[in-house]
């Protein structure tokens, strides 16, 4: 109950009294966060009013659509995909560079060429290392182990399409150093 001097407290639902609709009668948003059940970051999307007013705008997760902001995020896109375009660029050249290289593994094996173990992901990246050229072990696209000595192609993936080729030797292993560096200077393609 109210006393002579308290005052009363007039709540407001949104300080926004008309929000853009779409199409669909729904509320168009702007996402400043990605949302998974929505849209990535700079998606114009279309809500019900109370999902924008309780949950999105008050997170932080969206901002009103407007012409302005519309504007600002298709400028930002053309941007980010100019960026990404180089982005690309730099990987198709990179496995150019790979395609020329090739890099020899030494491991154990018996006379008949088999190994005692078997070269995988990691060993390739390991030698590309000593190279120069860094990847990551999930790069590497091995159909299996390698159980024995020779010469494979193997795939490396830099994006979502592209690929690149690596001739890795695998060699058995020498007793002496000398012969070692042989071994690998010779299938070095020059």
Request: charged share 25%; aromatic share 4%.
């Amino acid at each position: 109950m109210r006393t002579g001097n308290q005052k009363k407290i007039r709540r407001r639902p949104h300080t926004l009294k008309s929000l853009p609709t779409g199409p669909h009668g729904g509320v168009e948003l702007l996402l400043i966060q990605s949302v998974d059940p929505l849209g990535r970051q700079g998606d114009v999307v279309e809500v019900r009013r109370g999902y924008a007013l309780n949950y999105l705008l008050p997170q932080g997760l969206a901002t009103i659509a407007t012409d302005h902001h519309k504007r600002m995020v298709e400028k930002h896109k053309v941007r980010l995909a100019e960026i990404e375009e180089r982005r690309q660029a730099g990987l198709r050249r990179m496995a150019d560079d790979l395609g020329k290289q090739s890099v020899t593994i030494e491991a154990n094996a018996n006379e008949e060429g088999h190994l005692y173990g078997s070269v995988g992901a990691a060993d390739i990246v390991a030698a590309l290392k000593r190279n120069g050229v860094t990847i990551a072990e999930d790069q590497v696209r091995l159909k299996g182990p390698l159980k024995e000595l020779g010469l494979y192609t193997v795939q490396i993936q830099f994006g979502h399409e592209i690929e690149g080729e690596l001739k890795v030797w695998v060699v058995p292993t020498s007793l002496d150093a000398p012969a070692k560096g042989a071994t690998a200077a010779e299938a070095k393609p020059g």
